[in-house]
């Protein structure tokens, strides 16, 4: 079954990059069924999609979010990051991490759907 | 401001039959999948309806969903207090961006 888990400080000062990690258990992340991504959600807010990537190195990202966002893949260790430039108190959120599942083989990121989620870790921006 | 839009909240009875709206526009809900997550308080969302009306297994066939044009709607029959929760439409949009409404506070009174 897959897991899901994000690792990272939970303080960024404002100004500075964040930088998160989400390692994967129970399955491959070369898997051609899944997409990863990343969605956010400020405290008491809903949910915000920041971007997505297959294990080749595709992405999508937000297009509010572009200019300061990159997410990356390490097959190696089964992981994808996200790093988030010139943080400001907005950005201070619960940064889930999320595989996108195809339901087969990924042809079209369109068809895939958020599942599972990680637990989700708060990250607060603030000097 | 959200780009698909749901009510802030909903409430019903148990056992009543509660649906929530979700609203879009050509470039997501009308061209692509529409999907429904549940919040528990204090948790990550769960999937809750793919592609527009398909349950995971292990989600009660209380819960369906549909969609028509640029709208979805999810319903809840035989509500019962553990469903109360935060409720959230998604879709993808041609840019391709993945899109989320608002959500709504689903209150089991």
């Known amino acids: 079954q897959l897991q899901l888990q994000e690792s990272g400080p939970g303080l960024v000062k404002p100004s500075e990059t964040l930088s998160l990690t989400c390692t994967v258990s129970?399955?491959?992340?070369?898997?051609?069924?899944?997409?990863w991504g990343w969605i956010r959600q400020p405290p008491g807010k809903g949910l915000e999609w920041i971007g997505s990537i297959y294990y080749s190195g595709s992405t999508y990202y937000n297009p509010s979010l572009k200019s300061r966002v990159t997410i990356s893949v390490d097959t190696s260790k089964n992981q994808f990051s996200l790093k988030l430039s010139s943080v400001t108190a907005a950005d201070t959120a619960v940064y889930y991490c999320a595989a996108l599942y195809c339901g087969g083989d990924c042809y079209s990121v369109f068809l895939s759907w958020f599942d599972p989620w990680g637990q989700g870790t708060l990250v607060t921006v603030s000097s | 401001q959200s780009v698909l839009t749901q009510p802030p909240s909903a409430s019903g009875t148990p056992g009543q039959r509660v649906t929530i709206s979700c609203s879009g526009s050509s470039s997501n809900i009308g061209s692509n999948y529409v999907y429904w997550y549940q919040q528990l308080p204090g948790t990550a969302p769960k999937l809750l309806i793919y592609?527009?009306?398909q349950r995971p297994s292990g989600v009660p066939d209380r819960f369906s969903g549909s969609k028509s044009g640029t709208s979805a709607s999810l319903a809840i029959s035989g509500l019962r207090s553990e469903d109360e929760a935060d409720y959230y439409c998604?879709?993808?949009?041609?840019?391709?961006?993945?899109?989320f409404g608002g959500g709504t506070k689903l209150t089991v009174l």
């Open positions: 592609r527009n009306n």
């Open positions: 129970g399955g491959s992340i070369s898997s051609s069924s899944y997409y």
């Open positions: 998604a879709a993808w949009d041609d840019s391709p961006q993945s899109v």
